[in-house]
């Protein structure tokens, strides 16, 4: 059974900055593409950063410089480091991983405000 737990969510001040984890169960992590998508109310689900087995990183361009995505397969656990978190970062956030089958994670929420 695949599990994607993720955890770190919360909230934060404008400027602030969080860490979210996912811990991955039931499949060969070191083989799969690992990402984080978010999505916040009335909006559609969107790619927030991407890390390929080989380690490759995407990131969308509203986090590019901010957002730093990273992984240690040893503990089956994909990272998010989220710095300069601003309003629009307001989402839930997902952890996914994809290998000609995509599984997701339940979710956590990052709320950004004052």
């Known amino acids: 059974q695949v599990q994607l737990v993720e955890s770190g969510g919360g909230l934060v001040q404008p400027g602030g900055s969080l860490r979210l984890s996912c811990a991955a169960s039931?499949?060969?992590?070191?083989?799969?593409?690992m990402a984080w998508y978010r999505q916040a109310p009335g909006k559609q689900r969107e790619l927030v950063a991407g890390?390929?087995?080989?380690?490759?990183?995407n990131y969308a361009d509203s986090v590019k410089g901010r957002f730093t995505i990273s992984k240690v397969n040893a503990k089956n656990t994909v990272y998010l480091q989220m710095n300069g978190l601003k309003s629009e970062d307001t989402a839930v956030y997902y952890c996914?991983?994809?290998?000609?089958?995509?599984?997701w994670g339940q979710g956590t929420q990052v709320t950004v405000s004052s």
């Open positions: 996914n991983a994809a290998k000609g089958y995509n599984y």
């Open positions: 890390i390929t087995a080989g380690g490759t990183t």
């Open positions: 039931g499949i060969t992590f070191s083989i799969y593409t």
